[in-house]
């Protein structure tokens, strides 16, 4: 089993920055593929972000390309997403997830991930 907590959510203003991590725990996840996925109120959970097991491929959503970095660090087991200039249209929950699939591809599709994080709030205010 893989456990998933995510951490470094919060309260910005627009065009501040935040950096979410996501640590594992119970294995390795080092050939696993990640990605960050966020639910706004009202609305449906959305891929945002994710990254092939070696890194060297990764996904954005449009409306977060060139703000949104994803990255990993296998030797800490913990994925990263470096959030910029946000908007408060940014604002949701934000979770980490995991597939043991370690595919070359990053997996954009929510189904394939078998373990998830229990999110973290972010919150952009205007």
């Known amino acids: 089993q893989v456990q998933l907590v995510e951490s470094g959510g919060g309260l910005v203003q627009a065009g501040g920055s935040l950096r979410l991590s996501c640590a594992a725990s119970?294995?390795?996840?080092?050939?696993?593929?990640m990605g960050w996925f966020r639910q706004a109120p009202g609305k449906e959970r959305e891929s945002v972000a994710a990254i092939n097991w070696s890194g060297s491929n990764t996904y954005y959503q449009d409306s977060v390309k060139g703000r949104f970095t994803i990255s990993r660090d296998n030797a800490k087991n913990t994925v990263y997403l470096q959030m910029n200039s946000l908007k408060p249209e940014d604002t949701a929950v934000y979770y980490c997830a995991a597939t043991s699939s370690g595919s070359y591809y990053p997996i954009a599709e929510a189904l394939p991930y078998g373990y998830w994080g229990q999110g973290t709030q972010v919150t952009v205010s205007s």
């Open positions: 119970g294995r390795t996840v080092s050939r696993y593929n």
